[in-house]
Nanobody, 125 residues
């Protein structure tokens, strides 16, 4: 049974926007920091953005700063990724993930215990 379920991916033209959602069905959403990663064909999975439970504090990969915004709604157990000014190089499968608070590093995928199945984002030129 999936515990993290992403949605909101799709096909968009360059310069457009998409909002990804990740619904967390676990009972411990409040004990976890959340992150988004992406993986393009033939490439390694890379860090996109992260948000902490305490604060919250947000972190972004350099190439996403100013274009992407991560947020969370704790009442809905959901984390979002608002993506603006999309570029063809943003095309990838986007994954959300959960990392226990006080554990590991926000940018390190090995620090995350739970992963969603991914949602495809395709940006056409």
């Amino acid at each position: 049974q999936a515990q993290l379920v992403e949605s909101g991916g799709g096909l968009v033209q360059a310069g457009g926007s998409l909002r990804l959602s990740c619904a967390d069905s676990r009972r411990t959403f409040g004990s976890y920091n959340m992150g988004w990663f992406r993986q393009a064909p033939g490439k390694e999975r890379e860090f996109v953005a992260a948000i902490t439970w305490i604060g919250p504090h947000t972190y972004y990969a350099d190439s996403m700063k100013g274009r992407f915004t991560i947020s969370r709604d704790n009442a809905k157990n959901t984390v979002y990724l608002q993506m603006n000014s999309l570029k063809p190089e943003d095309t990838a499968v986007y994954y959300c993930a959960a990392r226990p608070i006080y554990s590991g590093n926000y940018y390190d995928r090995s620090s995350y215990d739970y992963w969603g199945q991914g949602t495809q984002v395709t940006v056409s030129s």
